[in-house]
């Protein structure tokens, strides 16, 4: 019997740039924040798969976010957009977002 495997196709990546020192303990705290709180809003968005945050310099973060479909990622990236307002990160920071269809991957088991 053959096995199927549905592999998520709608990626969406996030460039922060804060306006904080993303080492200082506020950024520590925010992202421990997001690692709790905000990881429990996208778990809970149909056809979330998974979500990654990247410090990649003092004022620059990549976060990664992988969906089953376009729509349904637009919807749960607004509702985490949301969140993200509703307790002062947005204040924070300011993103650039790509988005896009997952053409190539590998996905281990």
Request: with cysteine; net charge negative; glycine share 8%.
């Amino acid at each position: 019997m053959e096995r199927q495997v549905t592999v998520p196709h709608y990626l969406r990546i996030s460039v922060g740039r804060w306006n904080i020192d993303t080492y200082s303990p506020d950024a520590e705290r925010i992202f421990r924040q997001i690692e709790t709180d905000g990881v429990a809003v996208f778990r809970a968005q149909p056809g979330f798969v998974r979500y990654r945050l990247m410090r990649e310099n003092a004022t620059t973060t990549i976060a990664v976010a992988e969906w089953e479909s376009e729509a349904l990622g637009l919807a749960g990236a607004e509702k985490y957009r949301a969140w993200m307002r509703s307790v002062g990160i947005m204040d924070r920071l300011t993103l650039e977002t790509h988005t896009g269809e997952i053409v190539a991957g590998l996905c281990s088991e």
